[in-house]
């Protein structure tokens, strides 16, 4: 088993910052590739950045590329979020998961769940 819990969501007003992470403990945490996952009130669950467990490769959904950065510190067995220029539709709530070994980027993939944390952007 491997428990993950976020932390660092909140209030911003759009173009503000917040940076997200995501503890992990239980298994080793170098055997899995991390990922960012949103939802908003009445939409699926949707892909947002993802890295793989060495921290080397990273994805990124269109909506985000530029403006999120997804990294790890496997010392520390986390996982960030760096989320810049927010905007009104960047609000939802904000899980991390873990799946074995290679990134995904379809939700159903991952093996673990956090609870989420919520991020409000306000216009």
């Known amino acids: 088993q491997v428990q993950l819990v976020e932390s660092g969501g909140g209030l911003v007003q759009a173009g503000g910052s917040l940076r997200l992470s995501c503890a992990a403990s239980?298994?080793?945490?170098?055997?899995?590739?991390m990922g960012w996952f949103r939802q908003a009130p009445g939409k699926e669950r949707e892909f947002v950045a993802a890295i793989s467990w060495g921290g080397t490769s990273t994805r990124y959904a269109d909506s985000v590329k530029g403006r999120f950065t997804i990294s790890r510190d496997n010392a520390k067995n986390t996982v960030y979020l760096q989320m810049n220029s927010l905007k009104p539709e960047d609000t939802a709530k904000y899980y991390c998961?873990?799946?074995?070994?290679?990134?995904?980027?379809?939700?159903?993939?991952?093996?673990?769940w956090g609870q989420g944390t919520q991020v409000t952007v306000s216009s």
């Open positions: 998961a873990a799946v074995r070994n290679f990134i995904v980027t379809i939700s159903t993939r991952y093996d673990y």
């Open positions: 239980g298994r080793t945490f170098t055997d899995y590739a």
